[in-house]
């Protein structure tokens, strides 16, 4: 089993900045890869970047291109807790966003944070 807890999220105006945090707990030795997802109201799920080989010292990272070069996710392997960095937010970012790890043949997600920004 695997618990994941988000944190972080908020209210912003556009151009400004917001650090999502997940703390992961559980079985982490089964966890593939760790990921972030955002869902808008009316939309459906997706993918914002993921780190694969999430606890590894060189776990590669992958992001949507709507975010590229303005999010960063990042794993604090001492705090078993995965971060996004989200830089020049904009109002299209707005979602509630998820936390997402692959275990196995299954997949466990947190309770999601809201991120708002303002125009």
């Known amino acids: 089993q695997v618990h994941l807890m988000e944190s972080g999220g908020g209210l912003v105006q556009a151009g400004g900045s917001l650090s999502l945090s997940c703390a992961v707990s559980?079985?982490?030795?089964?966890?593939?890869?760790l990921g972030w997802y955002r869902q808008a109201p009316g939309a459906e799920r997706e993918l914002v970047a993921i780190r694969l080989n999430a606890f590894g010292g060189n776990g590669r990272t992958n992001y949507a291109d709507s975010v590229k070069g303005r999010f960063t996710i990042s794993m604090d392997n001492a705090r078993n807790t995965l971060y996004l960095q989200m830089d020049n937010l904009k109002p299209e970012d707005t979602a509630v966003y998820y936390c997402n790890a692959p275990y196995f043949t299954r997949e466990f997600w947190g309770q999601g944070t809201r991120v708002t920004v303002s125009s």
């Open positions: 559980g079985d982490t030795h089964g966890i593939s890869a």
